[in-house]
């Protein structure tokens, strides 16, 4: 009788264990089954190496955008339910003060500088459009791209886009931008409950930027004009004495050359004229400068874009050129004083 009894609990400890290990393979089981997204980390492709002029400013356009498309699918969603892509930041620093037009030109899109410092070299836009069309920021507030609907088998694939420019923010010129300052996620929701069923998130890849710069070989220029008198420039506006000088430029890279003269003696001046020094004792007369296109007027020390009396040496130079110019006396008064004239003027390249 004792020998019955415990074969009895065996048995019932051995149906105990079984039912267990059914249970749990029944979890297991579940779990498997629910709804799986495919969410990738995406990254928006970016140029290795960007250069840049020197005199680009806060607010200019490094990277245009760079358009990515992207898919996600997801399986094991409730059929005929609707499901969207939202958007939120992972890391994003400080927002920068200048803003650029979305892709296609409607509003303007934030920027946060690629850095833990408000004086980054550069720094991210990013915007996203999802199934209805409209690009939206994915930097400021979170993003809601239109909803999908599940099909009946609970599948569902989102086509999406994402861009990202990258833009000058701060005073610095070259570095390497980090994309982990400006790191953006996504989410994967059920619409009539908010339930996230996948995310992940998306950023661009690094980007060193260097300086465009090319190597000027004729760093000073002195120039002898032949002696004159009176009857040569008999008139107010009258030249000569002509005398051609050049200026060598080297570029390892394609680049749009400008160039800038200044008179050293009166910086201000932004005539054609260029003045004497004070050690020169002629009177009513000065020095005009010539290029390919004419007289050149003068302008301040700045290789800024459109700086005044700026003009343009050559568009995608590549290699070694030479500029040519010429220089000459030019009357400026009614009566002359005879005597030495001596006059200096610099030149200021620009690189855009």
Same mark, same amino acid.
């Given at each position: 009788?004792?020998?019955?009894?415990?074969?009895?609990?065996?048995?019932?400890?051995?149906?105990?264990?079984?039912?267990?290990?059914?249970?749990?393979?029944?979890?297991?089981?579940?779990?498997?089954?629910?709804?799986?997204?495919?969410?990738?980390?995406?990254?928006?492709?970016?140029?290795?190496?960007?250069?840049?002029?020197?005199?680009?400013?806060?607010? &200019?356009?490094?990277?245009?955008?760079?358009?990515?498309?992207?898919?996600?699918?997801?399986?094991?969603?409730?059929?005929?339910?609707?499901?969207?892509?939202? =958007?939120?930041?992972?890391?994003?620093?400080?927002?920068?003060?200048?803003?650029?037009?979305?892709?296609?030109?409607?509003?303007?899109?934030?920027?946060?500088?690629?850095?833990?410092?408000?004086?980054?070299?550069?720094?991210?836009?990013?915007?996203?459009?999802?199934?209805?069309?409209?690009?939206? &920021?994915?930097?400021?507030?979170?993003?809601?791209?239109?909803?999908?609907?599940?099909?009946?088998?609970?599948?569902?694939?989102?086509?999406?886009?994402?861009?990202?420019?990258?833009?000058?923010?701060? =005073?610095?010129?070259?570095?390497?931008?980090?994309?982990?300052?400006? &790191?953006?996620?996504?989410?994967?929701?059920?619409?009539?409950?908010?339930?996230?069923?996948?995310?992940?998130?998306?950023?661009?890849?690094?980007?060193?930027?260097?300086?465009?710069?090319?190597?000027?070989?004729?760093?000073?220029?002195?120039?002898?004009?032949? &002696?004159?008198?009176?009857?040569?420039?008999?008139?107010?506006?009258?030249?000569?004495?002509?005398?051609?000088?050049?200026?060598?430029?080297?570029?390892?890279?394609?680049?749009?050359?400008?160039?800038?003269?200044?008179?050293?003696?009166?910086?201000?001046?932004?005539?054609?004229?260029?003045?004497?020094?004070?050690?020169?004792?002629?009177?009513?007369?000065?020095?005009?400068?010539?290029?390919?296109?004419?007289?050149?007027?003068?302008?301040?020390?700045?290789?800024?874009?459109?700086?005044?009396?700026?003009?343009?040496?050559?568009?995608?130079?590549?290699?070694?050129?030479?500029?040519?110019?010429?220089?000459?006396?030019?009357?400026?008064?009614?009566?002359?004083?005879?005597?030495?004239?001596?006059?200096?003027?610099?030149?200021?390249?620009?690189?855009?």
């Amino acid at each position: 009788m004792y020998a019955h009894n415990l074969i009895k609990k065996a048995l019932r400890f051995y149906n105990y264990i079984f039912s267990f290990i059914l249970a749990s393979f029944t979890l297991m089981y579940s779990v498997v089954g629910q709804a799986a997204c495919v969410t990738p980390s995406f990254r928006v492709p970016m140029p290795a190496s960007v250069s840049i002029p020197a005199n680009v400013k806060s607010g &200019d356009i490094l990277v245009n955008w760079s358009i990515l498309d992207a898919t996600v699918t997801c399986t094991g969603l409730v059929a005929g339910e609707a499901y969207n892509l939202s =958007t939120f930041w992972i890391t994003k620093w400080y927002q920068s003060a200048v803003t650029v037009p979305f892709p296609g030109g409607s509003r303007n899109a934030i920027i946060y500088s690629a850095s833990n410092s408000s004086t980054a070299i550069a720094g991210y836009a990013a915007v996203i459009k999802g199934p209805d069309g409209v690009w939206r &920021d994915t930097l400021g507030n979170g993003a809601v791209t239109g909803s999908v609907v599940a099909a009946a088998d609970g599948t569902l694939v989102f086509n999406f886009k994402i861009a990202m420019a990258l833009v000058k923010t701060g =005073t610095g010129l070259t570095g390497t931008i980090d994309p982990m300052w400006v &790191d953006t996620g996504y989410n994967i929701n059920r619409v009539n409950s908010g339930s996230v069923v996948g995310n992940s998130n998306f950023r661009a890849g690094f980007t060193t930027l260097s300086t465009k710069t090319c190597t000027i070989s004729t760093k000073s220029v002195n120039v002898t004009l032949p &002696d004159i008198s009176g009857r040569d420039i008999p008139s107010i506006n009258s030249t000569a004495g002509s005398t051609p000088f050049s200026i060598g430029l080297t570029c390892p890279q394609s680049m749009n050359v400008y160039m800038t003269l200044t008179d050293a003696s009166n910086i201000g001046n932004q005539t054609n004229i260029l003045g004497g020094m004070p050690a020169s004792s002629v009177r009513g007369v000065g020095l005009q400068i010539t290029n390919n296109s004419g007289v050149v007027g003068f302008g301040p020390d700045s290789f800024s874009a459109n700086t005044i009396n700026q003009f343009l040496v050559g568009l995608k130079i590549v290699g070694t050129t030479t500029i040519p110019l010429t220089v000459s006396y030019v009357r400026t008064a009614t009566t002359i004083t005879p005597g030495v004239l001596k006059s200096t003027a610099t030149f200021t390249m620009s690189y855009q």
